[in-house]
C-alpha cells in the first residue's frame, strides 16, 4: 500500500494570506496526485491532477507542485477567500487509490 | 451538468443488510468506472473499490473485500453498494464518485449517504 502523509492537519489563515499544504508519498507515485476540496456536508470536489493540473473550473489561485523525487507535493492557495475555508486532501492514483488524512483551514 | 445523486441517510441494526444507491446523470454512464469512498466522521478518505458500469466489471480495495459488494445497472444510471450483515464500525459517510480514466482523478462525487449502525 501506499501510504499518504499530510500536514499539517489544522491550520489557521487570514483573508488574503498565502498558505501551503504538504503531502507526502511513502514512495515515487510519477506525479499522480490529485487535490480535493471538502466543505461540511458536502463530498469532495477535484481542484488540482496529475500534481500541477487545474481541474474545469478552479481559479488560477490554487496552484500544485511536486518535487523531483516523486514523493513530495504541495498545494498552495493564494489571496485566501473566505470560500477557500473548507478542508482540503491530498490522493495519489498510480496504484490503486489513497488519501492524505486531510488538512482543515480555518480563519485565523 | 454531471451530477451523481446518492440515496438518503440510513439508520440501521447491527446485523442487518443495505443497499445505497448513486445515480448518474449529464453523461453516458457506461463510459466511466464509478469508485466508493467511505469517511468516518471526523478522518480521512478511504478507497473501497470501482465500478465499471459496462460490464459491471469490479475492483476492491484489500480492505473491504468480501465486507461490501458493488455492482451496477446500466439501464438506469445507478450504481449501488451493498452490505448483507452490518456492523457498528461500519458507520461512516459514502461517498460514490466518478472515475475519469487516464489521469485525472475522481469528478465529481455525490453528496455522500450517512449511514448509521448501533442498536
Known amino acids: 500500500d501506499i501510504q499518504m502523509t499530510q500536514s499539517p492537519s489544522t491550520m489557521s489563515a487570514s483573508v488574503g494570506d498565502r498558505v501551503t499544504i504538504t503531502c507526502r508519498a511513502s514512495?515515487?507515485?510519477?506525479?499522480?496526485l490529485a487535490w480535493y476540496q471538502q466543505k461540511p456536508g458536502e463530498g469532495p470536489k477535484l481542484l488540482i491532477y496529475?500534481?500541477?493540473?487545474?481541474a474545469t473550473g478552479v481559479q488560477s489561485r490554487f496552484s500544485g507542485s511536486g518535487s523531483a523525487s516523486g514523493t513530495e507535493f504541495t498545494l498552495t492557495i493564494s489571496n485566501l477567500q473566505p470560500d477557500d475555508f473548507a478542508t482540503y486532501h491530498c490522493?495519489?492514483?498510480?496504484?490503486?487509490?489513497?488519501f492524505g488524512q486531510g488538512t482543515k483551514l480555518d480563519i485565523k | 451538468e454531471v451530477q451523481l445523486v446518492q440515496s438518503r441517510a440510513e439508520v440501521k441494526k447491527p446485523g442487518e443488510s443495505l443497499r445505497i444507491s448513486c445515480q448518474a446523470s449529464?453523461?453516458?454512464?457506461?463510459?466511466?468506472?464509478v469508485a466508493w469512498v467511505r469517511q468516518v466522521p471526523g478522518k480521512g478518505l478511504e478507497w473501497m473499490g470501482k465500478?465499471?458500469?459496462?460490464?459491471?466489471?469490479?475492483n476492491y480495495s484489500p480492505s473491504f473485500r468480501g465486507h461490501v459488494t458493488m455492482s451496477a445497472d446500466k439501464s438506469i444510471s445507478t450504481a449501488y453498494l451493498q452490505w448483507t450483515s452490518l456492523k457498528a464500525s461500519d458507520t461512516a459517510i459514502y461517498y460514490c464518485?466518478?472515475?475519469?480514466?487516464?489521469?485525472?482523478?475522481?469528478?465529481?462525487w455525490g453528496q455522500g449517504t450517512l449511514v448509521i449502525v448501533s442498536s
Open positions: 464518485a466518478r472515475l475519469i480514466s487516464g489521469d485525472y482523478g475522481f469528478d465529481p
Open positions: 449529464g453523461y453516458r454512464f457506461s463510459n466511466y468506472w
Open positions: 465500478i465499471d458500469p459496462d460490464d459491471s466489471y469490479t
Open positions: 514512495q515515487d507515485i510519477d506525479g499522480r
Open positions: 496529475r500534481t500541477s493540473n487545474l
Open positions: 490522493q495519489q492514483y498510480n496504484y490503486d487509490y489513497s
